[in-house]
């Protein structure tokens, strides 16, 4: 928390909260939101005042200076094969169960590496809305959170080629270029209404309806963000 509330007020960052009502205080809690900046973990962990583990890419865990940032941050990377990410359930369950506050940015690498309007939301992965549904805990809530950036530097981290030596299997960095480094100056994070996984969930979380009952979790998550986004 420490380190979140450091490194928004080192880089200047002003930010309007709306809705803080809607969080759950008595739920576990799993928060899916967009991405554009690496400001965007500890912006959220600053607004809701608790830190929030973090699911990042693995190649975060590899390149040297962001993954000590990530380790500083409690944040826990993806599996180099993103086909098997058993990991991913393993800890998010581990830390669900011990009533820790779970974070998934759903849009993936790809908003970081190709910059878009702030208002344009990437398809999700569907990844959190398995771990919704099959985690073996009780009053799980998934809060959608829209981050939308109203005034914003972009900058270049580092060439994709420097990524591409310590990842090579992700397709985002098979090509030339920088990946970005957006900063915000001010931002409006939106907080929706979250929604409860209860028994009528997960019991209609089984056989071949369960992809289906996936997508349609993603899309009520994703309407959401893109609603606020909207605004």
Not at 52 to 70: E, G, I, K, T
Not at 187 to 195: A, E, Q
Not at 208 to 227: D, F, K, P, V
């Amino acid at each position: 928390m420490q380190l979140s509330r450091s490194l928004l007020e080192a880089a200047r960052v002003s930010a309007s909260l709306h809705h803080l009502e809607r969080i759950p205080t008595r739920n576990r809690l799993l928060i899916v939101s967009n991405h554009r900046s690496l400001l965007d973990a500890p912006l959220l962990m600053s607004a809701i005042s608790r830190p929030v583990r973090f699911v990042c890419h693995y190649y975060m865990s590899q390149v040297p200076l962001l993954q000590q940032a990530v380790a500083l941050m409690g944040a826990f990377p993806l599996e180099a094969d993103q086909r098997t990410q058993s990991s991913f359930f393993q800890q998010s369950a581990r830390f669900l169960q011990a009533n820790e506050v779970v974070g998934v940015f759903p849009e993936g690498a790809d908003p970081m590496v190709k910059v878009k309007p702030p208002q344009q939301l990437s398809p999700f992965h569907r990844g959190f809305a398995h771990l919704a549904l099959r985690v073996p805990v009780d009053g799980l809530a998934i809060l959608p959170v829209a981050i939308a950036s109203r005034e914003e530097k972009q900058g270049r981290l580092a060439p994709l080629a420097l990524f591409r030596r310590f990842d090579p299997s992700e397709a985002l960095f098979q090509r030339d270029g920088w990946h970005s480094a957006i900063l915000y100056r001010h931002v409006d994070v939106f907080f929706g209404h979250p929604l409860l996984i209860d028994e009528g969930w997960k019991s209609r979380y089984c056989g071949s309806s369960g992809a289906a009952l996936a997508r349609e979790l993603t899309h009520a998550c994703w309407s959401q963000i893109a609603e606020m986004l909207a605004q």
